[in-house]
């Protein structure tokens, strides 16, 4: 038996994966990215998601960000534009966490394009939530559809635009969109994954031992070196 975190249980499947995850930290935002490096590695097919797993688009578009950060600091009031214009039209975390830095420029001009550019960029996502909502009304019986308004609520909480209450709210409803998902259509291991890292993420070691135990149980390959 091992006692962590005032929980007692055998050393089960789950648990020795999550003692591969810790491997000496006791962080939890270094918990979870341990944890998702371990996930990659492992044979077994693991979707993530957008709002987790980056594609090559996303990474290149991190890359690209880069030099905008020089120029939001910049004194060129053009090319602040220029640079809020295009972090317009695209969605990701560096994205928001630029405009939002921009919203402290000394120039009212640059904080108010940069204010606008996040609500479009809000209204999108919630417009791409709101659509999922849709389709898995219209298909009570679909996992997917369940999957994937799950997915819509984590990258809307990922993007960095809810406040830590609605990032609760949104947390709660993607965990209960899965679990109606996997209810449906059981024999999904990357979703249960998915549920674990959740729980992890909301400090719910239980919760997330017992998704690994069933992963495990789904796909013995995850905990294969």
């Not at 979707?47 to 020089?70: F, H, K, N, Y």
């Not at 969605?91 to 405009?99: E, I, R, Y």
Request: proline letters at 3%.
């Amino acid at each position: 038996l091992i006692v962590w975190g005032g929980v007692v249980r055998n050393m089960g499947a789950g648990l020795a994966c999550l003692m591969q995850v810790l491997r000496g930290t006791l962080t939890w935002m270094n918990l979870v990215g341990d944890y998702r490096d371990i996930v990659r590695r492992k044979s077994v097919q693991i979707d993530m998601g957008t709002s987790v797993a980056l594609t090559a688009e996303r990474i290149r578009e991190q890359i690209d960000v880069t030099p905008i950060v020089e120029i939001i600091d910049s004194d060129n009031f053009l090319k602040k534009r220029q640079a809020i214009e295009r972090l317009s039209r695209r969605h990701s975390p560096k994205s928001v966490a630029m405009l939002k830095r921009a919203l402290q420029d000394p120039h009212p001009d640059i904080r108010f394009y940069a204010s606008v550019a996040l609500v479009q960029i809000e209204g999108k996502m919630a417009k791409w939530v709101k659509d999922a909502e849709q389709e898995a009304a219209d298909n009570p019986d679909s996992a997917i559809a369940r999957k994937d308004l799950g997915n819509r609520y984590h990258e809307y909480i990922y993007m960095g635009l809810l406040d830590r209450a609605m990032k609760a709210d949104y947390s709660m409803r993607a965990m209960q969109c899965y679990r109606e998902s996997i209810t449906i259509d059981p024999g999904q291991p990357d979703l249960l994954v998915r549920m674990a890292r959740t729980s992890l993420e909301n400090r719910d070691i239980a919760g997330a031992l017992d998704f690994l135990d069933r992963a495990v149980t789904e796909d013995s390959s995850f905990l294969a070196a």
